[in-house]
C-alpha cells in the first residue's frame, strides 16, 4: 500500500497542514519512524519527539507549532491510528471458503454458508456454526457446542463440549474454552475432582488471546461478558461471571466463582481469591492480590490490594525502611552507650 499524505488524510478524515506530496508506505513509532512512515502522537508530553523524528508524516490532536513536517490533525489519536494501522496492515489470503478435506466432522453437524474449516480440524456431533466464521486448522470443537456468525477461531484453539460462543468473537492460537474447572475435595485420603457439569457461555465481540483457559461451570455457566477483552495467558476459573466491555491483562488469575463488574480493568498478573465480586469500573494494579470484593469505581494496588493512595504511601515507605533501618541500628547504639553510661554511675 503506498498513499501521499494528502490521499492518507482524506482517508481518515484529517485536516492536513503542510505538504501532502509525499508517500507513506507503513506506520512507525516516533522515534524510529522514516521519512516514508507516518506516526503519532496522542500525548502531550511526546510532542518534544517529534522535533528530533524522521518521519514523513504525524498524527496529532491539535497543530505542534515549528513542526517541520505534514501534520494529520484529528479529533481522536488513538482511533485514527487504529485506521491507519489497517490500511497499512499486510494484506494476508483470506481464509478460503469452505471445509478441508482433512477436517473430520460428527453427526447432525450444522455449518451455515461461508464458514471456513481448516486442515485437521475436529468437529464433534451436534455442533452449530454461524455464518462466515472461520475455524483455523488443528481446531477442536466439543459436542453440542455452539459458535456464532463471523467468529475466529486461530489454530488449535479447544473449545469443548456444551459451549455457546457469540457473534464476532476472536480467540487467539491454543486457547481453550469449556476445560474441567480445579475443584476438589479431601474425600478418604485422597483429593476427589468435583463434577463439572455445567458450560461457558462467550458473548458477543469478545477477544480472548492466545493460550488462555476459561474453565467450564460446576453448575450452570461461566460467562464472559460482551465486549470484553481477554490477553494471553489467562486463567478464568469455574463459575467465574465476567462482565461486559472489561480488560483483563496477561496472566491475570480469576479464581472460582468471582464475578467482575462491567468495564473493570485487571492489569497483569493480578490474581483474585475465590468467590469475591469487583465492582463496575474497578482497576486493579499489577501484581495486585485481591482478598475482598471492591465497591464499584475502586483503584487498588499492592498485595493484599488496597485503595492505590494507601499502597503508594506504602511503597514509599518501603523504599525508605534501609535507611530507616540504619537509623534504627545507630539509634540503638546510641542507647547502650547512655544505659552503660548510667549503670557505671551506680
Same mark, same amino acid.
Request: with cysteine.
Given at each position: 500500500?503506498?498513499?501521499?499524505v ?19 508506505i507503513?506506520v ?8 516514508g ?5 496522542a ?5 518534544? &519527539?517529534l522535533?528530533? +523524528? ?10 505542534v ?5 505534514? $501534520? ?6 488513538d482511533?485514527?491510528?487504529?485506521e491507519v494501522?489497517?490500511i497499512?496492515?499486510p ?5 478460503? /471458503?469452505g ?5 473430520k466432522?460428527? $453427526?447432525n ?12 480440524v ?5 455442533? /452449530? ?19 456464532? /456468525?463471523?467468529c475466529?477461531?486461530d ?19 491454543n486457547?481453550?474454552?469449556g +476445560?474441567?474447572g480445579?475443584?476438589y475435595s ?5 483429593h ?11 458473548e458477543?465481540?469478545v ?5 488462555t ?9 461461566t ?7 481477554? =490477553?494471553?495467558?489467562? $486463567? ?8 461486559k466491555c472489561?480488560?483483563?491483562v +496477561?496472566?491475570v ?8 463488574? =462491567? ?12 468467590n469475591?465480586?469487583?465492582g ?10 485481591v482478598? +475482598?470484593?471492591t ?7 499492592g498485595?493484599?490490594?488496597m485503595?492505590?493512595r =494507601?499502597a503508594?504511601?506504602?511503597?514509599? &515507605? ?11 541500628? $545507630?539509634?540503638?547504639?546510641?542507647m547502650?552507650?547512655? /544505659?552503660?553510661?548510667?549503670n557505671?554511675?551506680k
Amino acid at each position: 500500500m503506498k498513499l501521499t499524505v494528502a490521499e492518507l488524510a482524506e482517508r481518515i478524515g484529517a485536516e492536513l497542514t503542510g505538504e501532502g506530496s509525499g508517500e507513506i508506505i507503513a506506520v512507525g513509532a516516533v522515534k524510529t519512524a522514516g521519512p516514508g512512515e507516518v506516526t503519532f502522537v496522542a500525548n502531550d508530553k511526546h510532542i518534544p &519527539l517529534l522535533k528530533k +523524528s524522521q518521519a514523513g508524516a504525524v498524527i496529532v490532536a491539535k497543530r505542534v507549532e515549528g513542526l517541520g513536517r505534514p $501534520q494529520l490533525v484529528v479529533k481522536n489519536v488513538d482511533a485514527a491510528l487504529i485506521e491507519v494501522l489497517n490500511i497499512f496492515a499486510p494484506k494476508l489470503k483470506a481464509a478460503a /471458503e469452505g471445509i478441508d478435506p482433512t477436517a473430520k466432522l460428527g $453427526q447432525n453437524v450444522k455449518i451455515a454458508k461461508g464458514v471456513s474449516v481448516g486442515a485437521g480440524v475436529v468437529i464433534d456431533d451436534g455442533v /452449530e456454526i454461524g455464518e462466515n466464521s472461520v475455524i483455523a486448522a488443528g481446531c477442536k470443537i466439543g459436542e453440542s457446542s455452539r459458535i456464532g /456468525e463471523n467468529c475466529r477461531l486461530d489454530g488449535n484453539v479447544v473449545v469443548y463440549h456444551n459451549c455457546t460462543i457469540g457473534n464476532n468473537v476472536i480467540i487467539q492460537a491454543n486457547a481453550t474454552i469449556g +476445560s474441567t474447572g480445579f475443584g476438589y475435595s479431601f474425600i478418604d485420603g485422597s483429593h476427589k475432582l468435583i463434577p463439572h457439569n455445567g458450560g461457558v457461555v462467550i458473548e458477543d465481540f469478545v477477544e480472548i488471546g492466545a493460550g488462555t483457559c476459561v474453565d467450564r461451570a460446576k453448575f450452570g455457566n461461566t460467562i464472559i461478558g460482551a465486549g470484553t477483552k481477554i =490477553d494471553n495467558l489467562v $486463567q478464568i476459573a469455574h463459575n467465574a461471571v465476567i462482565g461486559k466491555c472489561c480488560l483483563i491483562v +496477561s496472566q491475570v488469575g480469576v479464581s472460582g466463582s468471582c464475578k467482575i463488574g =462491567d468495564g473493570a480493568v485487571l492489569a497483569g498478573q493480578v490474581g483474585l481469591v475465590d468467590n469475591i465480586e469487583i465492582g463496575a469500573g474497578t482497576m486493579i494494579g499489577a501484581q495486585a492480590g485481591v482478598m +475482598s470484593g471492591t465497591e464499584p469505581g475502586e483503584k487498588l494496588l499492592g498485595s493484599p490490594a488496597m485503595d492505590i493512595r =494507601d499502597a503508594m504511601k506504602v511503597f514509599g &515507605l518501603m523504599k525508605r525502611l534501609p535507611k530507616m533501618a540504619e537509623s534504627l541500628k $545507630q539509634l540503638h547504639k546510641r542507647m547502650e552507650i547512655l /544505659e552503660a553510661a548510667e549503670n557505671n554511675k551506680k
